[in-house]
């Protein structure tokens, strides 16, 4: 049935469902659900609101602080970080459920049921110092999605200060196998693997 599997000939889209972007956000890459984006949000340019886990930004949105031109950063949930890259449907059901347009980058990962732009991914994560660590309250983020990149307008002076800066967070888990995973996992854009 052609109206449900299209041809090679007549796709259902011209591209695929998922896009890799890269800019100075993302040396190494960050992965999007286009498929799952609204139009008018494949470009889509808003101030960063921070947070360093996925219940902090769960508690924000659901407390209000997340408006209109907003984008929601939550870090620290990497394969390093989380530890094994926390799966990010919770915010995003909560940022629909509310009619938000608003954009969510993160280092941790998407489940195929998250919808809108939201970014996933983030390699270097910020646990290994990647620029999304260095984000800061108020900076403007441009997700581009035809163009592939994501950008976050802050001069390399700036963000090479904020490194020199940063310090390493503890870890979240200090014993036990997802301890060994987060201090031998690679980066997920080499597939968050055991060395």
């Given at each position: 049935?052609?109206?449900?599997?299209?041809?090679?000939?007549?796709?259902?889209?011209?591209?695929?469902?998922?896009?890799?972007?890269?800019?100075?956000?993302?040396?190494?890459?960050?992965?999007?659900?286009?498929?799952?984006?609204?139009?008018?949000?494949?470009?889509?340019?808003?101030?960063?609101?921070?947070?360093?886990?996925?219940?902090?930004?769960?508690?924000?949105?659901?407390?209000?602080?997340?408006?209109?031109?907003?984008?929601?950063?939550?870090?620290?949930?990497?394969?390093?970080?989380?530890?094994?890259?926390?799966?990010?449907?919770?915010?995003?059901?909560?940022?629909?459920?509310?009619?938000?347009?608003?954009?969510?980058?993160?280092?941790?990962?998407?489940?195929?049921?998250?919808?809108?732009?939201?970014?996933?991914?983030?390699?270097?994560?910020?646990?290994?110092?990647?620029?999304?660590?260095?984000?800061?309250?108020?900076?403007?983020?441009?997700?581009?999605?035809?163009?592939?990149?994501?950008?976050?307008?802050?001069?390399?002076?700036?963000?090479?200060?904020?490194?020199?800066?940063?310090?390493?967070?503890?870890?979240?888990?200090?014993?036990?196998?997802?301890?060994?995973y987060a201090k031998l996992t690679t980066s997920a854009?080499?597939?968050?693997?055991?060395?």
């Amino acid at each position: 049935d052609r109206t449900v599997i299209h041809s090679v000939d007549d796709p259902y889209r011209k591209e695929g469902g998922i896009a890799i972007l890269k800019g100075n956000l993302a040396p190494d890459y960050a992965v999007v659900k286009a498929s799952a984006v609204a139009p008018d949000m494949l470009t889509y340019t808003g101030k960063a609101k921070c947070y360093n886990s996925e219940t902090e930004a769960c508690d924000a949105i659901m407390a209000g602080d997340i408006h209109d031109g907003d984008v929601v950063v939550i870090r620290y949930e990497g394969p390093k970080g989380g530890p094994g890259m926390q799966e990010m449907l919770n915010p995003t059901a909560v940022i629909t459920g509310r009619g938000l347009k608003v954009g969510l980058i993160t280092d941790g990962r998407f489940s195929g049921a998250s919808q809108g732009a939201c970014v996933g991914h983030i390699s270097p994560e910020a646990m290994e110092g990647g620029p999304i660590a260095l984000i800061e309250d108020g900076d403007e983020i441009t997700i581009d999605i035809p163009n592939r990149s994501l950008t976050l307008a802050v001069s390399d002076e700036e963000l090479a200060k904020r490194k020199a800066n940063w310090k390493k967070p503890e870890p979240k888990i200090k014993t036990g196998y997802l301890s060994r995973y987060a201090k031998l996992t690679t980066s997920a854009s080499t597939g968050a693997v055991l060395k």
